[in-house]
C-alpha cells in the first residue's frame, strides 16, 4: 500500500473515530491550532494506530511539539511516541531536537511547518 493512501487512511480514521470537531477544525485549518488542541489530538490518538497521522501532526506543529516534550520530559515522549532507536539517539543529545527541527524544515519548507 502506498505511504500516501496509508496516510489518508489514518487521517480518516483520526477524524472520524477519535476527534472532536475543534480538533478537526484545528487540524483542516479552519480554526487555529492551540497547544491545548495538539495536546488532546496527541493524547486520543496515541496507540490507536495513526502512527503516521501523529508524525504529520508533530511535523506541522514544531513549536507545539516542542512544548509537548517539554511538559512531558524527553524521557517520557521518547517512550510514548517513537521507537527505541530513535529513543536512544534523543536522550543521548538534547542536540538532536534542534537537528530534528532543522530535518523537518529542510523537508517540508519553513514555511510549511
Known sequence: MKKSKVNAEERLKAI?????????????GYSPMTQQAFDSIL????????????????????DYLKSN???????EYTKRFLNND?????????????ELCDRLKNQ???NNI
Open 108 to 110: 517540508y519548507g519553513v
Open 43 to 62: 493524547e486520543k490518538c496515541e496507540g490507536q494506530g495513526v502512527n503516521n497521522f501523529l508524525y504529520e501532526i508533530m511535523s506541522k506543529y514544531p
Open 69 to 75: 516534550v517539554e511538559r512531558l520530559g524527553i524521557t
Open 16 to 28: 472520524i473515530f477519535l476527534l472532536d470537531q475543534d480538533e478537526v477544525d484545528a487540524i483542516t
Open 86 to 98: 530513535e529513543t536512544e539517539m534523543l536522550v543521548h543529545s538534547e542536540r538532536l531536537w534542534d
